[in-house]
């Protein structure tokens, strides 16, 4: 089985920073691309940042230039970094990564929880 728990998420003011972090755990051959992902209330789920195994990354507009995404293959964790928060970016930010758990498989999609980012004066 694969996990994925997200950790980082609280309460901060409009232009603040906060830093996400989701760590992978159990049967895991290779990890390809990781992502996050966000949905505010009413609001479908969207990309907020990826990155490749070969460490590229991708931005939407919304985000480029505040919110940086990372990797650290070696724990199995991948990092936002997000500055200049907005209260419209209010919402539950999801961790995704594509997993292989053997090798010779392509491997799937895994989702975290969640976690709860409201940004608020």
């Known amino acids: 089985q694969v996990q994925l728990v997200e950790s980082g998420g609280g309460l901060v003011q409009p232009g603040g920073s906060l830093r996400l972090s989701c760590a992978a755990s159990g049967t895991i051959f290779s990890i390809n691309a990781m992502g996050w992902y966000r949905q505010a209330p009413g609001k479908q789920r969207e990309l907020v940042a990826a990155?490749?195994?070969?460490?590229?990354?991708n931005y939407p507009d919304s985000v480029k230039g505040r919110f940086t995404i990372s990797r650290d293959n070696a724990k199995r964790k991948v990092y936002l970094q997000m500055n200049s928060l907005k209260p419209e970016e209010t919402a539950v930010y999801y961790c995704n990564a594509h997993i292989a758990t053997h090798e010779g498989w392509y491997g799937m999609d895994y989702w975290g929880s969640g976690t709860l980012v409201t940004v608020s004066s």
């Open positions: 990155i490749t195994s070969g460490d590229s990354t």
